[in-house]
């Protein structure tokens, strides 16, 4: 059974940094590209950062130059390192993944950017 938990979410300032992690588990985590994706209230789920099973990395023009994208397949779990954080960041991240064409998605960490 695939499973995917996120972590890291919080309220941090304008400016501020944070790391979010997505443990994955039921499936081979080494073979599959893994992708952060966010929703911002009232606002459709947008993609913000891929990382290939083989480490390339495509980000959002939104976050480029700011959120770095990374993966530990030892510990099956990719990062999402978010610097420079602006209040429109605020949003649920949701790690995801696709097998087969089939999408799964954790529940989501909220990431909250304000003074």
């Known amino acids: 059974q695939v499973q995917l938990v996120e972590s890291g979410g919080g309220l941090v300032q304008p400016g501020g940094s944070l790391t979010l992690s997505c443990v994955a588990s039921?499936?081979?985590?080494?073979?599959?590209?893994m992708r952060w994706y966010r929703q911002a209230p009232g606002q459709e789920r947008e993609l913000v950062a891929t990382?290939?099973?083989?480490?390339?990395?495509n980000y959002a023009d939104s976050v480029k130059g700011r959120f770095i994208i990374s993966r530990d397949n030892a510990k099956s779990t990719v990062y999402l390192q978010m610097n420079s954080l602006k209040p429109e960041d605020t949003a649920v991240y949701f790690c995801?993944?696709?097998?087969?064409?089939?999408?799964?998605w954790g529940k989501g960490t909220l990431v909250t950017v304000s003074l």
């Open positions: 995801n993944v696709r097998i087969i064409g089939t999408p799964y």
């Open positions: 039921g499936f081979t985590f080494s073979r599959f590209n």
């Open positions: 990382i290939t099973f083989d480490g390339n990395t």
